[in-house]
């Protein structure tokens, strides 16, 4: 009986549907986070009788045919790009990417990696870094002697000190964007890798070429909305609940027929 085997993937259709949502909602305090959407497409068909198929001798042909589903796969988990609510946070080495873009980082392997969390440190040299300890791409150094760090809505990373009036600048951060940013991949630790389904890099300085600007003292909350998260996943569950049902009639109806006598 085909209802089984096309229920049960119903059912692992909505399980990874919840899956999606769970991980949502874990990382709703998680800086810069894109919510992400399970979508499906529907498994090939059975040809019982393909439409256009001679049906009698004087050539009538059937219209429709009879195409018989076999049920649903995954398709994708897509992440909704959507800018976050930024927070006021006054850190001065917390920065918020206002726009499109990612800040580009150094992984101890040498390769580089891309994410939208400005909440950097200093590391005891006092080279800015991620809290991950990953240098940030280009790499900027804060002297020891520095009493006060700015940094404006281009990137531009000034130091102030005691002995000058003059505002001494150390560098500017660049910011990196992609043709087809959904395409990146997500290996944690809020970073991302970029893929030949991501198109190639393109670094440019904040508010030009379609870049957001940076926005010293802020941080990007996470895109989340529970309360449409909570509606998707009572969605989800009845769903799931539903094509338990049919398992179960379809369980009945085979029991009905050994039963025949």
Do not use: C, W
């Not at 006054?90 to 992984?107: R, T, W």
């Not at 909570?230 to 769903?239: F, H, K, P, S, V």
């Amino acid at each position: 009986m085909r209802a089984l085997s096309i229920a049960a993937t119903g059912m692992s259709a909505q399980q990874l549907r919840v899956e999606t949502i769970s991980n949502n909602l874990a990382n709703m305090s998680t800086t810069g986070y894109n919510a992400r959407r399970a979508e499906f497409a529907d498994l090939h068909y059975q040809q019982v009788s393909r439409a256009g198929a001679i049906s009698a001798s004087d050539g009538s042909m059937l219209p429709t045919g009879i195409q018989v589903g076999l049920g649903v796969r995954p398709a994708a988990i897509t992440m909704h790009l959507q800018q976050g609510a930024l927070t006021q946070t006054g850190g001065s080495l917390d920065l918020a990417i206002e726009g499109n873009g990612y800040l580009e980082v150094e992984l101890p392997s040498g390769q580089s990696a891309y994410t939208r969390d400005g909440g950097l440190k200093q590391s005891a040299d006092g080279l800015i870094v991620t809290s991950e300890g990953y240098p940030v791409a280009p790499e900027i150094t804060i002297p020891e002697d520095a009493r006060e760090i700015s940094i404006n809505a281009d990137g531009e990373v000034y130091a102030y000190f005691d002995d000058t009036v003059e505002a001494e600048l150390l560098g500017q951060f660049t910011l990196t964007g992609f043709s087809n940013a959904k395409g990146l991949e997500a290996i944690g630790g809020n970073l991302f890798l970029e893929t030949e389904a991501s198109g190639v890099p393109l670094t440019s300085d904040p508010g030009e070429d379609g870049l957001g600007i940076v926005r010293q003292g802020y941080l990007e909350a996470s895109s989340v909305d529970a309360v449409k998260e909570l509606t998707e996943l009572i969605e989800a569950q009845r769903g799931y609940e539903l094509n338990a049902k049919v398992i179960t009639a379809a369980d009945q109806m085979m029991s009905a027929t050994t039963q025949i006598r």
